[in-house]
């Protein structure tokens, strides 16, 4: 399957150029939204994914048949551009196709999710009539992953299984409120909401705080926040002096008056995606709320991009794998995940995603990939920064459902 297959012409060219360059200059965030689910669903087929099996028995999902011995598949599910490809064929996914032949499990691998909400909508029906959803293996947000934990559509994870992973899950992510004791899932990668300034456009101004973001006039028009609810309001929580991680619905709805004055006044130049890195990149936003992973492939090429992780903390969450109720091959997915949890292979993913490393002794193979990484606070955070890291407080099902729709009218959506 060509990696590109399914993306707009104009965005597959401009990712194809940027691995010419020796290093990616997009991520896989910035595409979310260029990548329809249309097209995803198209290169689903393609890609021999089978669909929902149409088992509708409803046994709990510790019950679901382990097809794993017999067939020797995987079908995992991920966002676009979240692993490593070779740079002189990008057909190829090195760490991927060192796994297959090491464990002989064939990978079916799809990029098809492109927005939390939007995937949870085309498994939802399949997962709530106890189906199988044809993937056996899916990369979620945590606070999505949390939701299909309470759900009960996801399997519990064998620890027999994930020898590397048990040992190896840095300490920091192992207390997750989504899933104690993570029974259910394990990080693929870590992530982090800082805000990001482009130092040309703010004239060597440096910009450090939400405050700033919401009320530096020097900077009105310029500054623009993200879609992401977790990561806009949980920031904006935070400069206020609000505990993200135990806050109310006053609280929340404080912050959305907040941002709502800044909107008004037309501090805000607008609310942004993943197509957030072009214009901070060129100056014409200023400053923003980013996601570090971005800042990171951002700083190869423009040295007037920098970071600050701000006095009052940053938004810190993970990318999650887990198993789907009803999924064929739950030993052939533990297989892949602790696979990952090997300090060479997620140092190697982690040169390529730019993103948090979950794996403990994964800085020290990153010493002999690219040094500079190895060095980089966002993909290895020091013991400051990890302090300073704060989650978004989880949410119930009518809590959850109330902030997104005032969260949408705050940014139009």
């Known amino acids: 399957m060509d990696l590109f297959e399914?993306?707009?012409?104009?965005?597959?060219?401009?990712?194809?150029?940027?691995?010419?360059?020796?290093?990616?200059?997009?991520?896989?965030?910035?595409?979310?939204?260029?990548?329809?689910?249309?097209a995803a669903g198209s290169t689903l087929a393609a890609c021999g994914i089978p669909p929902a099996a149409g088992d509708k028995s409803g046994t709990a999902p510790e019950d679901a048949p382990d097809h794993s011995r017999e067939e020797k598949v995987l079908?995992?599910?991920?966002?676009?551009?979240?692993?490593?490809?070779?740079?002189?064929n990008k057909k190829k996914?090195?760490?991927?196709?060192?796994?297959?032949?090491?464990?002989?499990?064939?990978?079916?691998?799809?990029?098809?999710?492109?927005?939390n909400n939007e995937f949870y909508g085309k498994i939802k029906p399949q997962l709530a009539a106890g189906q199988d959803t044809g993937r056996?293996?899916?990369?979620?947000?945590?606070?999505?992953a949390g939701r299909i934990i309470r759900q009960g559509w996801a399997q519990r994870l064998?620890?027999?299984?994930?020898?590397?992973?048990?040992?190896?899950?840095?300490?920091?992510?192992?207390?997750?409120a989504h899933d104690p004791g993570r029974q259910y899932s394990y990080p693929w990668a870590g992530t982090a909401c800082v805000v990001a300034y482009n130092k040309k456009a703010t004239k060597g101004k440096k910009v450090t705080s939400v405050t700033q973001l919401l009320e530096d006039e020097s900077l009105k028009g310029r500054i623009s926040m993200l879609t992401e609810m977790t990561d806009t309001i949980g920031l904006t929580l935070l400069d206020m002096g609000v505990d993200s991680e135990h806050f109310s619905a006053d609280d929340f709805d404080a912050a959305v008056a907040?941002?709502?004055?800044?909107?008004?006044?037309?501090?805000?130049?607008?609310?942004?995606?993943?197509?957030?890195?072009?214009?901070?990149?060129?100056?014409?936003?200023?400053?923003?709320?980013?996601?570090?992973?971005?800042?990171?492939q951002l700083q190869f090429d423009n040295p007037d991009v920098e970071f600050a992780v701000p006095d009052q903390g940053y938004l810190f969450g993970t990318d999650d794998l887990l198993v789907p109720a009803k999924a064929r091959h739950r030993s052939n997915a533990e297989a892949l995940i602790d696979y990952y949890y090997?300090?060479?292979?997620?140092?190697?993913l982690a040169a390529w995603v730019?993103?948090?490393?979950?794996?403990?002794?994964?800085?020290?193979?990153?010493?002999?990939?690219?040094?500079?990484?190895?060095?980089?606070?966002?993909?290895?955070p020091d013991a400051r920064m990890i302090a300073k890291g704060k989650n978004f407080r989880p949410m119930s099902a009518k809590e959850e459902a109330r902030f997104e729709e005032k969260f949408s009218k705050l940014i139009g959506a």
């Not at 079908?75 to 002189?88: C, G, M, Q, R, T």
Request: aromatic share 8%; with cysteine.
């Open 6 to 38: 399914g993306l707009p012409e104009p965005v597959a060219k401009a990712w194809e150029r940027s691995l010419t360059t020796g290093r990616a200059a997009m991520s896989r965030r910035r595409l979310l939204r260029a990548a329809s689910l249309a």
């Open 75 to 88: 079908n995992f599910a991920n966002w676009p551009l979240y692993i490593d490809v070779d740079e002189k």
């Open 93 to 115: 996914r090195p760490t991927l196709d060192r796994f297959e032949r090491e464990s002989g499990i064939k990978v079916k691998y799809i990029e098809d999710i492109n927005d």
């Open 136 to 144: 056996d293996l899916v990369c979620l947000t945590d606070w999505m």
């Open 158 to 176: 064998d620890p027999a299984n994930l020898p590397h992973a048990v040992t190896n899950l840095e300490d920091r992510f192992r207390a997750a």
């Open 258 to 296: 907040r941002i709502q004055k800044a909107v008004d006044r037309r501090q805000l130049r607008r609310f942004s995606g993943n197509d957030y890195m072009d214009e901070l990149n060129s100056g014409d936003i200023a400053a923003c709320l980013a996601w570090a992973g971005d800042v990171v």
């Open 342 to 348: 090997q300090p060479k292979e997620a140092a190697e």
């Open 354 to 380: 730019n993103y948090i490393c979950p794996v403990t002794g994964a800085q020290a193979e990153m010493e002999k990939i690219d040094k500079e990484l190895a060095d980089a606070p966002l993909i290895f």
